[in-house]
């Protein structure tokens, strides 16, 4: 069963910032690889960190709404945490859309 997803990834684009739509399509086939039905894809730009927590003080924000199999989420986290150009990963299970029924309308007597 698919569940519908959003991925926040923070890409550590340092030096390489002309590449950073090429890194982009390769996150996007790597995710349909896995099985992913890739919905929407947001680049958001670079972005300052409020605090260092690592070597580097900004990345390159990128927000990904999908739908896959809930087991495809462990895969995907094992699989981009050691991608070096994946600096950090945020996974969100969307809710689900429910189908308004239809308004009944009255009958003219």
């Keep these: ?35 992913a039905q890739i919905e929407q894809v947001q680049k958001m730009d670079k972005r300052q960190f409020s605090y260092m927590a690592g070597p580097l003080e900004s990345g390159y924000y990128v927000n990904l709404v999908f739908s896959a199999d809930p087991h495809l989420i462990g895969k995907l986290r094992a699989k981009f945490k050691l991608d070096p150009e994946v600096y950090r990963q945020n996974y969100q299970r969307l809710p689900e859309k429910k189908e308004k029924p239809a308004k009944k309308l009255a009958r003219a007597k």
Excluded: C, P, W
């Design 1 to 35: 069963m698919n569940r519908h997803y959003e991925a926040l990834l923070v890409l550590n684009a340092q030096g390489k910032e002309d590449t950073v739509r090429d890194i982009i399509d390769r996150l996007e086939s790597d995710f349909q690889k896995e099985g």
